[in-house]
């Protein structure tokens, strides 16, 4: 059965960008809408996943959880899913400081 896709990207090459488009809809520069079958879901993903270089995937599609949705992310970030108790939550992590500068304390 086909379910709501959203796939947000940045720093991705043009071809992976036309390409997407002929199964999900660019609603604004590299967030991609659509209804869509697993299979395609998956095949897109893996796409996705392999045409990243510096470049950052999300994917959000529904889920039989708590939260109805499950999150993938691909590439460098700052940004990763944890599972706490069957709650998805993002942790952040701290950006790298120049060396010999200290973070001032917030």
Request: hydrophobic letters at 40%; a neutral charge; aromatic letters at 4%.
């Amino acid at each position: 059965m086909a379910s709501l896709t959203v796939l947000s990207m940045t720093a991705v090459p043009d071809h992976l960008r036309g390409a997407l488009t002929r199964w999900l809809l660019e609603v604004t520069p590299h967030l991609y809408v659509g209804t869509v079958s697993a299979k395609v879901r998956e095949e897109l993903w893996t796409s996705v996943r392999g045409c990243l270089a510096e470049g950052v995937a999300v994917l959000i599609h529904p889920a039989a959880n708590e939260q109805g949705f499950q999150l993938r992310t691909a590439g460098t970030h700052r940004r990763h899913p944890i599972d706490f108790d069957g709650l998805l939550l993002i942790a952040q992590t701290k950006p790298p400081t120049p060396e010999g500068q200290e973070m001032a304390n917030p």
